[in-house]
């Protein structure tokens, strides 16, 4: 791993009100990922695993603290640098696949790459290698409808990835697929992580996979431990 951190958050705070109270869902969390390091971030449900996922993504205000990617702060940038900032450094995994039901495989991957700028033919490449590299070289043409569960999450992965993102955000990547579908998914998602020299934070509920990540966080009372 390099010595500069790709993702470092420090002493982030997250409040939110309703009506007279003040709900404090982050209270000053510290957090590194380093190039190539895969971070799994445990806590139940409510805890402020997607608030954080939000915050380190960039994603919305209301943040108080120190967030910097690839050794950018950003609190220093505008809306439009942050976009692009989002556009160029990140990738994001839900545990929804959110593929473009009218697209096939292949351009669900491809599309990304053209807005940030990547020419058609280079990026139908990008897609074909990322999705063959994940099995799905015979599904390059088949619409989301025609792909089984775990074949959609592939699709996921690969659009993560498309753009060679150095940080990886994933909020329950694998929480719709079955045990062994989860396994083989994540055991791809590692690869491709790995080969780029990305970090990825991995907001789960599975303790089997977290325990194979590099190192576990677990989020309780609005701080980590």
Do not use: C, W
């Amino acid at each position: 791993m390099s010595d500069s951190p790709i993702l470092e958050i420090s002493n982030l705070r997250r409040t939110f009100r309703q009506g007279e109270a003040v709900i404090e869902v982050l209270r000053g969390v510290d957090l590194t990922l380093g190039s190539g390091e895969i971070v799994a971030l445990l806590g139940p449900s409510g805890s402020g695993k997607s608030t954080l996922l939000q915050a380190a993504g960039l994603l919305e205000g209301g943040f108080e603290g120190h967030i910097a990617i690839d050794g950018v702060a950003a609190e220093s940038l505008g809306n439009e640098q942050r976009t692009a900032m989002r556009r160029e450094k990140l990738g994001f995994i839900y545990q929804f696949h959110h593929l473009l039901p009218d697209f096939t495989a292949l351009e669900n991957v491809v599309l990304p790459q053209l807005v940030a700028g990547r020419s058609g033919p280079d990026a139908e490449q990008r897609a074909a290698d990322l999705l063959s590299a994940l099995g799905l070289a015979a599904r390059l043409d088949h619409k989301p409808s025609k792909l089984s569960g775990g074949e959609q999450q592939r699709v996921a992965v690969a659009r993560a990835m498309a753009n060679q993102p150095r940080l990886i955000l994933a909020d329950e990547p694998t929480g719709n697929l079955d045990e062994r579908t989860a396994e083989a998914v994540f055991d791809e998602f590692v690869s491709l992580v790995r080969e780029h020299g990305s970090a990825a934070l991995v907001a789960t509920h599975n303790e089997r996979l977290a325990e194979r990540m590099d190192r576990v966080v677990r989020l309780h009372d609005g701080v980590l431990e």
